[in-house]
């Protein structure tokens, strides 16, 4: 039987025979001043020279050549081998460094505790079902004092319909859910033919605190356009925000130890 894992490597690597947006490697103008590019919030400082770093489930060619032109040592993660081909092509016709690594984000034995300063993480938690696997494996693998940047779809966003009605955007999913979302056509805040999965702000927020992170910052990057028209991504985007994204650091300390969920709690 065909796992999530096994369902969404295979719509990935697909996507990139098809062009998908987020199969494009990073353009030449891009690396003017990377970290500039790939850190417009300014949370890893000026410099990364020298810092061991992960992108996580970030395949495709932008991600992990900015970071190795701004100076990190880079090791990039994808579940799709197709999209970390692009990414040893760019390393090399840019003569850079970067080790590739086909693994699933929420199991990463072949990386080393502790191994790395920094982890980038661009949207992908929605294409496995349980999140708090994944920040334990990210936890075991970052230095105490370390980063973890990370983007999510929205879980309000995987809530709302994909098109306007004459009342906005309805909720049309339930929040307390189980199981991959209904398919999606023809919407840029969904991947058409992925096993996409809505986890809830106490799984993300919650479960990266539990897991040993302290979260330092959160922002919900702007989509929402005021001319945007009826059925536009960004017109949606006026509605409800379609990511969020956050810093957080690895604590000292191990696994905190709380509730998983506040379902366990009297009112
Ligand atoms: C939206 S793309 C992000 C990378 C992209 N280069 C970008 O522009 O941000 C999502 C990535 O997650 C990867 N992915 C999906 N499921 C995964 C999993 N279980 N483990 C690791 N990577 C996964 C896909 O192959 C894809 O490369």
């Given at each position: 039987m065909s796992t999530p894992h096994d369902h969404n490597r295979r719509a990935w690597d697909a996507m990139v025979s098809?062009?998908?947006?987020?199969?494009?490697?990073?353009?030449?103008?891009?690396?003017?001043?990377?970290l500039s590019v790939v850190d417009q919030p300014g949370w890893l400082g000026p410099s990364?020279?020298?810092?061991?770093?992960?992108?996580?489930?970030?395949?495709?060619?932008?991600?992990?050549?900015?970071?190795a032109a701004a100076g990190a040592q880079v090791t990039v993660v994808d579940i799709s081998t197709a999209m970390l081909e692009i990414d040893r092509e760019v390393a090399s016709q840019r003569k850079l460094e970067v080790r590739t690594v086909?693994?699933?984000?929420?199991?990463?034995?072949?990386?080393?505790?502790?191994?790395?300063?920094?982890?980038?993480?661009?949207?992908?938690t929605c294409y496995v079902p349980d999140v708090v696997k994944v920040f334990r494996e990210v936890a075991r693998i970052m230095r105490a004092g370390g980063i973890y940047i990370s983007q999510h779809k929205s879980p309000v966003s995987l809530q709302?319909?994909?098109v306007g009605s004459q009342r906005g955007y309805e909720l049309t999913e339930p929040y307390?859910?189980?199981?991959?979302?209904?398919?999606?056509?023809?919407?840029?805040?969904?991947?058409?033919?992925?096993?996409?999965?809505?986890h809830r702000f106490e799984e993300l927020l919650g479960g990266m605190c539990r897991a040993g992170f302290v979260i330092e910052d959160l922002i919900e990057p702007l989509h929402a356009k005021p001319e945007a028209m009826p059925g536009d991504f960004e017109h949606r985007?006026?509605?409800?925000?379609?990511?969020?994204?956050?810093?957080?650091?690895?604590?000292?300390?191990?696994?905190?130890?709380?509730?998983?969920?506040?379902?366990?709690l009297p009112d």
């Open positions: 098809k062009g998908n947006r987020f199969t494009l490697p990073a353009k030449d103008e891009d690396f003017a001043s990377p990364i020279v020298g810092k061991k770093l992960l992108c996580l489930a970030a395949g495709g060619g932008r991600q992990s050549a900015l970071y086909a693994a699933s984000m929420d199991h990463l034995p072949m990386l080393a505790t502790g191994e790395f300063d920094i982890v980038i993480h661009p949207v992908s709302c319909d994909v307390y859910r189980s199981g991959p979302l209904p398919p999606v056509v023809g919407s840029r805040h969904r991947e058409e033919g992925t096993l996409e999965y809505l985007s006026r509605y409800v925000a379609p990511y969020i994204r956050l810093k957080a650091r690895r604590t000292g300390s191990g696994e905190i130890s709380r509730p998983q969920s506040t379902l366990l």
